[in-house]
């Protein structure tokens, strides 16, 4: 049987960038999308050397509508069908609270954070029905619970509510929807090294465990949080 192709949006660094190890060395041609192919290109060329698998980048806006829609037609042009995306391209803001953070810059999180995963599920349906394939989505547990003033959470939040919107839309097509909602995470993301948090590797693990499950298993949500540390 012919090697699973999954595409990941975002994947240039932190959860998109070890999740497509992990999927290599579990057999996934990938796919690697993000706005800049710099890294990418180099990130290709180890999956393919370390791992066996085919792997390509390609230059992807994810608020745009038209650019999703031509990286779903060229995955498929280059690998020769699409067996999963992990829609986790994702951004955070700069201040904090309603009060202290520039609408300008709530915009681009919400067109990146909510349209952008819709859009990427948008362009690739039909192909992921063809192959019944796997929808992930990164959440953040920010999105389940109340934090003060979170307009990301509040994306997020959003991105949970589309994830199973989806996968009542999907029911009955063989296609599964799995959302993924980490805690904190130590990746670029943040400007300072996190202490306590979890690294890209244990949420690429969850992801890796999501996809390769039996066709008649759905994991639903996994939320996946840092052990509270010893008290001593």
Not at 82 to 101: C, H, I, K, P
Request: hydrophobic share 40%; aromatic share 6%; with cysteine.
């Amino acid at each position: 049987m012919a090697n699973p192709t999954l595409l990941i949006t975002g994947a240039s660094t932190g959860i998109g960038e070890a999740s497509a190890r992990h999927a290599a060395q579990a057999g996934y041609n990938v796919a690697l999308a993000a706005r800049s192919t710099q890294r990418l290109e180099t990130l290709a060329e180890t999956l393919e050397n370390e791992y066996g698998v085919r792997s390509a980048a390609f230059t992807c806006n994810v608020q745009s509508w038209e650019a999703q829609e031509q990286l779903v037609a060229s995955v498929v042009e280059h690998f020769g069908g699409l067996d999963a995306v992990f829609a986790n391209a994702g951004r955070g803001l700069e201040g904090r609270g309603y009060g202290g953070s520039d609408p300008e810059e709530w915009r681009e999180v919400l067109l990146t954070n909510v349209l952008g995963p819709a859009l990427t599920v948008r362009a690739a349906m039909a192909e992921l029905k063809k192959t019944r394939g796997h929808v992930l989505i990164t959440g953040s547990v920010a999105g389940r619970r109340v934090m003060p003033g979170s307009f990301y959470g509040a994306t997020k939040s959003a991105v949970q509510s589309m994830a199973y919107n989806l996968r009542e839309e999907v029911k009955g097509s063989g296609m599964r929807v799995t959302l993924i909602e980490p805690g904190v995470v130590d990746t670029p993301f943040f400007d300072e090294p996190q202490e306590d948090a979890l690294t890209p590797d244990d949420i690429a693990r969850s992801v890796i465990f999501a996809l390769t499950q039996p066709k008649h298993v759905e994991v639903h949500d996994m939320c996946i949080l840092p052990t509270p540390p010893i008290e001593e």
